[in-house]
């Protein structure tokens, strides 16, 4: 195994900081959450979309807040500082099984993905082998390679929620009206719905003391945390204009239904190179989550390597999809319980540590003035 | 036996011992007007035998008077040099310059007469080029250096000189612009080069086996150049030049993976023809890599992707092809290097002969006997004439063999295996340093400031700060022209 990193290899620019967290939170949840949302809210999602938003960026600065006291701390450092050796040691523990998970359930669902929209016939575990391969790549180099990365996928897919604009053809902006009509509860509920597709924004905690320009760390959750809502934004108006409540009840996929609509003279059907090209961004939210995960555990048994862990994270992936092949709904509780886990350490855990970080400085000032 | 005896018999002794074998050696015993006796010696061939005859021994045997210092010798010859062990007197001779003994004095005097023969300035093969200038360089370091001079007459473009190869002592020169280069690139490039420990370097392509931050990746990391005004370009804009002694192509450093699709003659065309240009090369880089493949994995595996219509025809011309496409593929990609190579290695006329006996009649016949399909030919060709547009030689040839592992990943995996063939690339592409400055720079790390000259090339009074994808130091390059937009400079 080659060198260990040094910090250098992890000196992160603010556009890497801001499109790594972009492209991290853009993920499996937009193909799905039109229809996410119309179950909860019908067509007043967006108002849900909004509030969802205000939230996720009250949670990320938040976040640099509560981090900014430490700059030199990752988030695996700042837990044994703040809550001593052993809750600090079970908190990282609960952080790196909550990145790993993620990476994990990210993982299995493109899988699933490919294997709906591209290649039918090809097995789980040969897709398993081929998509560990960049991931591993892309894990191995530390933050460097990850924020090029996303600084990439940013370049070669933003053309992605642009070409969604083709279904405003035949819109129905009737559809939006009345606003409010399935009640503002309901609007208030599938605000939980939207929170989940911000989730990403908390890989914060080990950027920021990589991030050159700290200053900017806020501007930089703040434009992340917008472009991910604009990104939502497209696939759901878009959604909700082309398609009735009822219809967009049916379709699993109705951002990639969407696509559907689109007829070039050379390509039929480019919702299967759509999709195929989509994994590039899938890629992006997976790598950075098992790079979090791979860290925390180098950090938690202090050793010198990460790569030890990615290595034996995506070997164990390989052996678990030739021993098991989830079905959709599997994946969806898998979906689920991700969503719980990131609900609890995303969003309360940072406002939690925010309180206890002041606590914390206010009684060692009161014990040592 | 080291030092030089006042003998002159016994040096004499030393040097047919030493050169014993070298019929090409001449020992030319003469006395001067003094009649003190002295020996000359030179490789026939190597030096410049007017310039022997006439500024050496002429003066020498004609009036000289007693040599009591070598240094003080009535010749008349540009540069001269005392030494006064054998090593360098070897050395010296050995690159062409003569050395004269007088007895009596235990040193000898090296004379700078050589004259080797020599091809031509002429213009450069690998690098035509329209608008610019069509001097190229040649295989004597010397001579190249001069040509840079002529275009970059500046006090700061410095030259560091290091020899290299045990046997062969080439000499290499590291030129550059000592206020813009980044001080840490010339000393890397020193702490590489003086590590190399072989026999000989022959040629720059040689060097950068040892010089690469990655040897065992494909792409190439120095670029390397016939003219010199492309590496006076690259010296403005805050790179190293090395120029080595034999051989006609100069390195330059530090490059990224977009300036192997720049030219100098981009500089010398109306600013939207040479964007127009760019954009093309970068279009031609896709074809090269990702056309085939997709032809590949659409016929092999996802044909509902194309359109009725074009289906229809492509069925029509591939229903008499016995074979699947990757095998086709192969089959025309495979004939197509080869006919390549052999239109390189053959003189000009006969290999424009192999250009149609394979053009013509092969590709003819394969589809006319069923073997290959019409359009995989069209597909194989466009492929090959956009892997010629992409200006670099070494690029060009790695990008033609980067294609065929995305071949085989497409056969197997239909778009899933271009996809991740093509994370594989950029990921290496990313992770890649050379000389301390990542490859994928300004794309990867994404840096907006020299995008003005990437894809496309804004108009050069917009141009206002060198790229800084080299680190240079300095990065002013002009202040504010055609201020106002409309007139003339400042008019």
Redesign the interface.
Same mark, same amino acid.
């Given at each position: 195994m080659r060198r260990p990193l040094s910090p250098e290899d992890h000196k992160i620019?603010f556009?890497?900081f801001v499109?790594t967290i972009y492209k991290t939170q853009i993920g499996i949840g937009i193909l799905t959450l039109p229809r996410d949302l119309v179950e909860t809210t019908g067509t007043d999602g967006w108002i849900s979309l909004l509030i969802g938003y205000a939230i996720a960026v009250t949670v990320s600065i938040l976040i640099i807040a509560a981090m900014s006291k430490y700059p030199n701390d990752t988030l695996y450092e700042l837990l044994p500082r703040l809550f001593g050796a052993w809750i600090g040691g079970g908190l990282s523990l609960l952080w790196i099984g909550y990145a790993a998970g993620g990476s994990l359930v990210m993982l299995l669902w493109s899988i699933h993905l490919?294997q709906v929209w #591209? +290649?039918p016939a090809?097995s789980s575990p040969? +897709?398993m082998f081929?998509?560990v +391969?960049?991931i591993c790549?892309?894990t191995f180099?530390g933050l460097k !390679?990850v924020?090029? *990365?996303g600084? *990439?996928v940013y !370049?070669i897919s933003f053309w992605m929620p642009l070409s969604l604009f083709w279904g405003l053809k035949d819109a129905h902006w009737l559809n939006f009206l009345p606003i409010g009509h399935n009640g503002w509860v309901n609007i208030i509920l599938a605000v939980k719905t939207t929170l989940l597709s911000f989730l990403g924004f908390e890989l914060a905690f080990i950027l920021y003391p990589y991030l050159t320009e700290k200053k900017r760390a806020i501007q930089g959750v703040v434009f992340a945390n917008t472009l991910a809502l604009i990104t939502y934004s497209i696939a759901t108006v878009i959604s909700f204009l082309q398609f009735s409540e009822e219809t967009l009840k049916e379709y699993v996929w109705p951002s990639l239904v969407l696509l559907k609509l689109i007829r070039l003279? *050379? #390509?039929?059907? $480019?919702e299967?190179?759509f999709v195929? +090209?989509y994994? #590039?961004i899938l $890629?992006a939210t997976i790598v950075p989550y098992l790079y979090m995960a791979a860290m925390g555990a180098n950090r938690l048994l202090r050793t010198k390597n990460h790569r030890y862990y990615t290595i034996a994270f995506l070997a164990g992936c390989v052996v678990l999809s030739v021993l098991f092949r989830p079905s959709f709904w599997q994946l969806q509780w898998m979906g689920r319980q991700y969503g719980k886990a990131g609900f609890l350490l995303a969003f309360l855990f940072p406002v939690f540590l925010w309180l206890w970080g002041i606590g914390y400085r206010f009684i060692r000032k009161e014990r040592h003035p | 036996m080291n030092h030089l005896s006042t003998s002159l018999a016994d040096n004499l002794e030393t040097a047919q011992h030493l050169f014993c074998q070298s019929p090409d050696l001449v020992i030319r015993p003469f006395q001067l007007k003094s009649e003190q006796r002295a020996l000359l010696l030179y490789f026939e061939g190597l030096v410049d035998k007017v310039s022997i005859t006439h500024d050496i021994l002429r003066p020498l045997i004609s009036e000289a008077e007693a040599i009591k210092e070598l240094s003080n010798a009535p010749v008349t010859v540009g540069r001269v040099q005392t030494v006064s062990d054998w090593t360098q007197v070897e050395i010296s001779l050995f690159t062409g310059k003569c050395v004269l003994f007088v007895d009596g004095i235990a040193e000898a005097l090296i004379m700078f007469t050589q004259g080797w023969p020599q091809r031509a300035i002429s213009e450069p093969q690998t690098e035509s080029t329209i608008k610019g200038a069509h001097q190229g360089f040649v295989e004597t370091g010397e001579q190249n250096i001069a040509l840079i001079r002529r275009y970059l007459p500046n006090h700061e473009l410095k030259l560091n000189q290091y020899i290299i190869g045990k046997r062969v002592r080439s000499t290499m020169t590291l030129l550059y612009l000592s206020d813009i280069v980044k001080p840490d690139l010339v000393k890397e490039m020193e702490k590489r080069l003086q590590s190399i420990d072989v026999d000989a370097i022959l040629s720059t392509g040689e060097l950068t086996d040892y010089l690469d931050d990655h040897p065992f990746n494909l792409l190439p990391q120095f670029q390397t150049t016939e003219r010199p005004d492309a590496a006076v370009a690259h010296l403005l804009q805050g790179r190293i030049a090395l120029v080595v002694d034999h051989s006609p192509t100069v390195l330059v450093g530090p490059v990224t993976f977009v300036s192997f699709f720049q030219t100098v003659d981009d500089y010398s065309h109306r600013w939207l023809v040479a964007s127009f240009l760019r954009a093309l090369r970068f279009v031609a880089l896709l074809i090269t890599i990702f056309l085939p493949a997709s032809y590949i994995s659409l016929i092999a595996f996802h044909f509902e992707v194309l359109p009725f219509k074009l289906l229809l025809s492509i069925g029509e011309s591939r229903a008499r092809v016995p074979f699947p496409p990757i095998i086709e593929a192969f089959l025309m990609e495979i004939s197509i290097e080869m006919l390549r190579e052999a239109g390189l290695r053959l003189p000009g006329p006969v290999g424009q002969t192999i250009g149609v006996v394979g053009g013509i009649v092969i590709g003819q016949a394969a589809v006319q006997a069923g073997i290959v399909s019409n359009i995989m030919v069209i597909i194989v060709a466009l492929t090959a004439i956009s892997s010629f547009i992409i200006p670099d030689f070494d690029m060009a040839s790695s990008l033609r063999l980067i294609r065929f592992p995305f071949m085989i990943a497409a056969s197997l995996f239909g778009l899933i295996g271009i996809v991740i063939s093509m994370l594989l690339l950029v990921g290496f592409i990313m992770s890649m340093r050379t000389l301390g400055i990542p490859y994928g720079i300004p794309v990867a790390p994404l840096d907006m400031r020299d995008w003005k000259d990437i894809f496309v090339r804004f108009p050069l009074f917009m141009l206002k700060q060198r790229p800084r994808s080299t680190n240079a130091t300095q990065l002013r390059r002009q202040g504010r022209n055609r201020k106002g937009g409309q007139g003339g400079n400042g008019a």
């Open positions: 620019s556009t890497q499109f490919t #591209v +290649l090809i040969t +897709l081929l998509f +391969l960049p790549l892309y180099h !390679l924020g090029r *990365f600084e *990439f !370049l003279p *050379f #390509v039929e059907r $480019f299967i190179i195929a +090209l994994l #590039v $890629f | -």
